[in-house]
């Protein structure tokens, strides 16, 4: 079955940098893939979804990719703040046929330090 | 109020206990879910409902049983509870079960079983 892969290890970073989040999944490459953001105590929220076709996707000061060949997307914030000190979780189908439903890695621990 | 929101926010119940985590969506999304986070560890999927009929139950034990009487509304009744039970419940919804459907969380209730 599909298994999603994420450094369980925080990423530390100083303000201003550019912070890079890996996800690597195992199995399958799924039609799409998605990224959310966590915070302490709270629900996930989504920030990006990239579908197999594409090979990046922006918004704002974030930037996604996704390898199939690699089997790997990865996350860039870009101006690191602060207030982006969160976990970053990325989901995708667990199947081919899984349409309804999403796998969540255990997600990336980001700090970043003024 | 707009978004998904879960009462109560946080619960503490003896083993014996009954209780009832409500979820209620304002988005008018068709497709609701109930997820399970313990600490370190991926989010579980527990159940999935569309158009508030059940279409996934992931092996759930029978201690929680879940309840959708309208599209904006899900419960998840609780009884007999175990501590590794212990975990911040989190409600989801989607416009629908398509493909590449994103989803809108709650802010979760954190339970702990003593």
């Known amino acids: 079955s599909q298994k999603i892969e994420q450094n369980s290890e925080a990423l530390n970073i100083q303000e201003g940098k550019t912070a890079t989040l890996t996800c690597n999944y195992t199995?399958?490459?799924?039609?799409?893939l998605q990224w959310y953001r966590q915070d302490p105590g709270r629900g996930p929220v989504f920030l990006l979804l990239?579908?197999?076709?594409?090979k990046e996707k922006r918004k704002e000061r974030l930037k996604v990719t996704f390898d199939t060949t690699l089997k790997q997307s990865l996350f860039h914030i870009t101006a690191s703040q602060p207030a982006d000190s969160a976990t970053y979780l990325c989901?995708?189908?667990?199947?081919?046929?899984?349409?309804?439903?999403?796998?969540f890695g255990a997600g990336t621990r980001l700090a970043v330090h003024p | 109020e707009t978004g998904v929101t879960q009462t109560p926010r946080h619960l503490v119940m003896g083993m014996t206990n009954k209780k009832s985590l409500k979820c209620e969506q304002h988005?008018?999304?068709?497709?609701m879910y109930w997820y399970k986070q313990s600490a370190k560890k991926p989010l579980e999927l527990m159940f999935v409902?569309?158009?508030?009929?059940?279409?996934e139950n992931n092996s759930v034990p029978s201690r929680f049983s879940p309840e959708c009487p309208n599209s904006s509304h899900l419960f998840l009744h609780l009884h007999t509870l175990q501590p590794e039970d212990s975990a911040l419940y989190l409600c989801?919804?989607?416009?629908?079960?398509?493909?590449?459907?994103?989803?809108?969380f709650g802010p979760g209730t954190r339970l702990l079983v003593l």
């Open positions: 988005l008018g999304h068709n497709a």
């Open positions: 199995n399958y490459s799924p039609a799409y």
């Open positions: 989801a919804s989607s416009q629908d079960q398509g493909p590449q459907e994103t989803q809108y």
């Open positions: 409902y569309s158009l508030e009929e059940r279409v």
């Open positions: 989901a995708l189908p667990p199947d081919p046929g899984g349409y309804n439903k999403l796998i």
């Open positions: 990239i579908r197999e076709n594409e």
